[in-house]
């Protein structure tokens, strides 16, 4: 038998506790099967998140193992998902350009940092941090990404490119505007194709690799018509002087924003030199500088894409060969010279261009080359300045990767009868993320796609990720020249097609049913997060403060609530079950803790009831909903029941809360009550009250001993 210590140490021992070989056939088979859908999905997810496509099979082969060796769950498969991978692009973006070496080691910073501290959560045992996300905001939340996910891959599926806005919604407005103006037919076509293959496959048998199938025939088919046609061509080449007078622009433009950059991280240097000297003069020079830079630099941002949009609009068509092939501008070619009937254009990104090698294109993107073998491992670079800059995102991307991890565990868990421990699978998410960052992974979570499909594969225990990982770690030594010709639109409707699964409008439905509230809360936290996108956090936030401000809200107002005697002879909310009340006795339920928030209102709650029911003599307050109590709280229960007794009106206490009670003893409060005036449930303090205040009076049938609805018809007597 393991001991505990060991148990926690290395919880993936506890898989061989009667394997047996039939097992290990079907981790052997389940995971390779995830890995089927494994490679072409994280390659998508890496472009998702604004990185060369290979960096998802570099998070696909040792997150997976981390995951499942120090996680609770045995079949829950981590890696690259959609949501982490928006989140990550969203968190970079404004720090570096997508793709660049210095984007890439910033993604890598990011997944360590996300370990780090879903990490140290686990270890110290806080997993129930996550509650502050409530479901209703993680809904709202969820259904908007998917959507800012699906959205964002029009760009690749129409073939149409068009530099991003401030706002998601003006990218995917430019995007259509695009796409009326030129889209490349082939380009959709693929992704048609594929959606139309990973829809139909899926609907035969889900057991089917439909993915796989998608990219095998889609790549085949770009290699057999060469569906990627680019050549590099000097600008002596493109007979349009329009052409070469836009680029000579768009290259000065470019080259004095490159300056610019460098003069304005000298002025942010001067500004921190400032502030550590003290010299506060020198910082407001400093900053005016800057911003000065700052406003240069967007108005030549702005004339650049201006530039950018008036060359991708250009279409020219190739005439010639060799040495003396030209290009002319589409459909106007001089007499006696014929073209080749294609549409070829310039691709132009942020960089200047080369005169002696301008990019052109007539096909449609593919994955390209990816190199081969696995990357070094190395501890990623720190620095300082950009992790604190990347600091809320990280808090968000932990946060929310592990409350999908964990929502995936849970969900096999029902399934398989396994026991989930949620700092166990925070420590196993943390480790991914930290081992993952060492071999050039970007942050990962557990995904619910993949871990259906290696449940329904057989999965026994987590050496199925194992096997996963094995087959990710052969694809990157031997078979990722055969993705070269990988289409760039199958990667969009790849990702399109996963995303479809997280968009559930029952959700707002279901959330409304609960609490009205509730259903509010999660269609303002989706409607912001569309809205701000792609600052997605600001979503989040509104939708975490609305919930903290119900939650706040709820524990200022607790409900309160005067009970009577209903047909099951117990005592219901007089009110919401129509039974009149006890003319001498008011019975009164305080549903939550006693603490400062909240104790004036009991106060206000019982002088209410002083005030309006004029014939009461005793109070008897129901204290089982009562289960904390503090000073301000104590505070507030002895100058009621100073106040209801100097008002000659008698006060008792029923099914007072052990710790409650202990306080109470603690503070000298139970003298003032009385011990005879605390009870240990609301029949025995009934019963004793009930003669003493109805002695001389004239209500025949008292409410709380008969059933008493408020239309004054009587049921059966209680004991």
């Known amino acids: 038998m393991m001991s505990g210590k060991w148990h926690i140490l290395f919880p993936f021992l506890e898989w061989f506790r009667g394997y047996r070989t039939g097992h290990l056939k079907a981790d052997i088979f389940s995971g390779l099967t995830v890995a089927l859908v494994l490679i072409p999905q994280s390659m998508a997810y890496a472009q998702l998140a604004g990185l060369p496509s290979y960096y998802g099979l570099y998070a696909s082969f040792l997150p997976p193992v981390m995951a499942a060796l120090f996680g609770s769950s045995r079949q829950m498969a981590t890696g690259p998902v959609a949501m982490v991978?928006?989140?990550?692009?969203?968190?970079?973006?404004?720090?570096?350009?997508?793709?660049?070496?210095?984007?890439?080691?910033?993604?890598?910073?990011?997944a360590l940092m996300v370990g780090v501290f879903q990490f140290v959560l686990g270890v110290?045992?806080?997993?129930?941090?996550?509650?502050?996300?409530?479901?209703?905001?993680?809904?709202?939340?969820?259904?908007?990404?998917?959507?800012?996910?699906?959205?964002?891959?029009?760009?690749?599926?129409?073939?149409?490119?068009?530099?991003?806005?401030q706002q998601h919604y003006q990218t995917v407005l430019a995007v259509f505007k695009g796409a009326l103006y030129y889209t490349h037919w082939p380009t959709l076509f693929m992704g048609i194709l594929a959606f139309v293959l990973m829809y139909g496959l899926k609907r035969i048998s889900p057991k089917i690799p439909s993915i796989l199938i998608a990219v095998v025939i889609t790549t085949v088919i770009s290699?057999?018509?060469?569906?990627?046609?680019?050549?590099?061509?000097?600008?002596?080449?493109?007979?349009?002087?329009?052409?070469?007078?836009?680029?000579?622009?768009?290259?000065?433009?470019?080259?004095?924003?490159?300056?610019?950059?460098?003069?304005?991280?000298?002025?942010?240097?001067?500004?921190?030199?400032?502030?550590?000297?003290?010299?506060?003069?020198?910082?407001?020079?400093?900053?005016?500088?800057?911003?000065?830079?700052?406003?240069?630099?967007?108005?030549?941002?702005?004339?650049?894409?201006?530039?950018?949009?008036?060359?991708?609009?250009?279409?020219?068509?190739?005439?010639?060969?060799?040495?003396?092939?030209?290009?002319?501008?589409k459909n106007k070619l001089p007499p006696k010279v014929h073209g080749d009937g294609r549409t070829w254009r310039i691709r132009i990104g942020l960089q200047p261009l080369s005169i002696d090698a301008i990019p052109l294109k007539s096909g449609g993107d593919v994955v390209g080359t990816i190199p081969g073998g696995l990357p070094?491992?190395?501890?990623?670079?720190?620095?300082?300045?950009?992790?604190?800059?990347?600091?809320?995102?990280?808090?968000?991307?932990?946060?929310?990767?592990?409350?999908?991890?964990?929502?995936?565990?849970?969900?096999?868990?029902?399934?398989?009868?396994?026991?989930?421990?949620?700092?166990?699978?925070?420590?196993?998410?943390?480790?991914?993320?930290?081992c993952g960052a060492m071999g050039k992974s970007y942050p990962v979570a557990g995904s619910f796609s993949r871990s259906a499909v290696n449940l329904q594969a057989g999965a026994v225990s987590g050496l199925s990720n194992v096997f996963t990982s094995l087959a990710v770690v052969a694809t990157l030594f031997?078979?990722?020249?055969?993705?070269?010709?990988?289409?760039?639109?199958?990667?969009?409707?790849?990702?399109?097609?996963?995303?479809?699964?997280?968009?559930?409008?029952?959700?707002?439905?279901?959330?409304?049913?609960?609490?009205?509230?509730?259903?509010?809360?999660?269609?303002?936290?989706?409607?912001?997060?569309?809205g701000f996108a792609p600052h997605l956090e600001k979503g989040i936030f509104?939708?975490?403060?609305?919930?903290?401000?119900?939650?706040?809200?709820?524990?200022?107002?607790?409900?309160?609530?005067?009970?009577?005697?209903?047909?099951?002879?117990?005592?219901?909310?007089?009110?919401?079950?129509?039974?009149?009340?006890?003319?001498?006795?008011?019975?009164?339920?305080?549903?939550?803790?006693?603490?400062?928030?909240?104790?004036?209102?009991?106060?206000?709650?019982?002088?209410?009831?002083?005030?309006?029911?004029?014939?009461?003599?005793?109070?008897?307050?129901?204290?089982?909903?009562?289960?904390?109590?503090?000073?301000?709280?104590?505070?507030?229960?002895?100058?009621?029941?100073?106040?209801?007794?100097?008002?000659?009106?008698?006060?008792?206490?029923?099914?007072?809360?052990?710790?409650?009670?202990?306080?109470?003893?603690?503070?000298?409060?139970?003298?003032?009550?009385?011990?005879?005036?605390?009870?240990?449930?609301?029949q025995k303090a009934i019963s004793t009250i009930h003669e003493k205040t109805h002695k001389g009076g004239s209500e025949k049938n008292c409410p709380l001993t008969s059933v008493c609805d408020i239309h004054g018809s009587t049921g059966v007597k209680g004991d």
Request: some cysteine; aromatic content about 8%; overall charge positive.
């Open 85 to 110: 991978s928006l989140l990550t692009a969203v968190a970079l973006e404004p720090l570096a350009t997508s793709g660049g070496e210095a984007y890439i080691a910033y993604a890598i910073l990011l």
């Open 124 to 165: 110290l045992k806080l997993g129930l941090v996550v509650n502050f996300l409530s479901h209703p905001v993680i809904n709202g939340f969820t259904n908007a990404g998917a959507i800012i996910i699906a959205s964002a891959q029009f760009s690749k599926l129409f073939g149409v490119h068009v530099d991003k806005a």
């Open 223 to 329: 290699w057999a018509v060469g569906f990627e046609r680019d050549v590099k061509v000097s600008i002596d080449a493109i007979d349009y002087p329009e052409a070469k007078e836009l680029i000579e622009r768009f290259n000065r433009t470019t080259k004095a924003l490159t300056v610019l950059a460098k003069d304005r991280a000298s002025a942010n240097v001067a500004i921190d030199v400032a502030k550590k000297d003290l010299d506060e003069i020198g910082r407001i020079n400093a900053s005016h500088h800057a911003d000065i830079i700052g406003y240069r630099i967007k108005m030549l941002q702005d004339r650049a894409g201006v530039i950018r949009g008036q060359i991708r609009k250009m279409r020219l068509e190739d005439a010639g060969n060799g040495k003396d092939r030209r290009f002319y501008v």
């Open 376 to 434: 070094a491992l190395t501890i990623p670079k720190f620095d300082a300045g950009v992790a604190l800059k990347l600091l809320p995102a990280t808090i968000i991307i932990a946060l929310l990767g592990f409350m999908e991890a964990i929502s995936v565990a849970r969900a096999m868990a029902a399934k398989t009868g396994q026991r989930i421990d949620p700092n166990q699978e925070l420590i196993g998410q943390g480790l991914a993320n930290i």
């Open 478 to 530: 031997f078979f990722t020249p055969l993705l070269y010709h990988l289409p760039q639109s199958v990667l969009a409707a790849i990702i399109m097609m996963a995303v479809t699964g997280l968009i559930n409008v029952k959700g707002f439905v279901h959330a409304a049913k609960a609490q009205w509230y509730d259903g509010v809360i999660s269609v303002i936290t989706f409607v912001f997060t569309l």
């Open 542 to 682: 509104i939708g975490v403060g609305l919930s903290l401000m119900v939650f706040l809200y709820k524990s200022m107002r607790p409900k309160v609530v005067d009970l009577s005697l209903g047909l099951d002879m117990a005592l219901h909310d007089s009110v919401s079950f129509g039974l009149k009340e006890c003319r001498y006795i008011d019975v009164v339920r305080f549903d939550g803790p006693l603490f400062f928030a909240n104790a004036s209102y009991l106060e206000e709650q019982i002088r209410h009831r002083r005030r309006t029911k004029k014939h009461l003599k005793h109070i008897i307050i129901a204290a089982g909903g009562i289960n904390d109590i503090d000073a301000s709280g104590e505070e507030a229960l002895s100058l009621t029941v100073d106040r209801v007794r100097s008002a000659g009106i008698d006060i008792s206490f029923s099914g007072v809360n052990e710790s409650v009670m202990t306080v109470i003893r603690r503070t000298h409060l139970l003298a003032k009550i009385g011990e005879d005036h605390i009870y240990p449930s609301m």
